[in-house]
């Protein structure tokens, strides 16, 4: 089984008031390119898909974009909410993206729930993957 672990896309992020999102394009086709070369089983997008809890259209567009092009290359991808991703927002793309092999979870920030994915290639033993959610540090407990 071979991963590629990302993070922190921050799709639709400015910067000083200066759309970056051809940018954004660009680093997300070399992304989807990596995984189909390398022959990438599953892809782990592990937090902070968007830049705001409200992102634009043009900005949901590139990250449905790579995310089809994953499962049009029959690429396993699991998605972990951050904490700049309304957890509604995830969830709501849940249902689409099942069947297409793209698994949403756990999505809600400071939620401490774990989600975890099993894997088995042709011939091969199965793989397990366990994903947890943001922690803030204001929901951690601190020893005394």
């Not at 449905?64 to 995830?90: M, Q, S, W, Y």
């Not at 689409?96 to 091969?124: E, H, M, V």
């Not at 947890?132 to 005394?144: I, L, P, Q, V």
Request: contains cysteine; glycine residues 8%; aromatic residues 6%.
């Amino acid at each position: 089984m071979r991963f590629l672990h990302t993070a922190d896309w921050h799709i639709g992020k400015t910067l000083f008031g200066r759309s970056r999102l051809d940018e954004q394009e660009q680093v997300t086709a070399e992304i989807v390119d990596i995984a189909k070369r390398e022959k990438i089983d599953c892809v782990l997008l592990a937090g902070d898909v968007f830049e705001s809890l409200a992102p634009t259209g043009d900005a949901e567009r590139v990250v449905c974009d790579a995310l089809a092009e994953f499962a049009g290359a029959g690429i396993t991808t699991v998605v972990v909410g951050g904490n700049h991703d309304h957890p509604r927002r995830l969830a709501a793309l849940r249902n689409l993206g099942s069947p297409l092999k793209i698994s949403f979870g756990p999505i809600r920030p400071l939620q401490l729930t774990a989600a975890s994915y099993s894997f088995r290639k042709a011939g091969r033993r199965r793989k397990s993957l366990c994903c947890r959610g943001y922690r803030s540090s204001r929901s951690s407990t601190s020893a005394k």
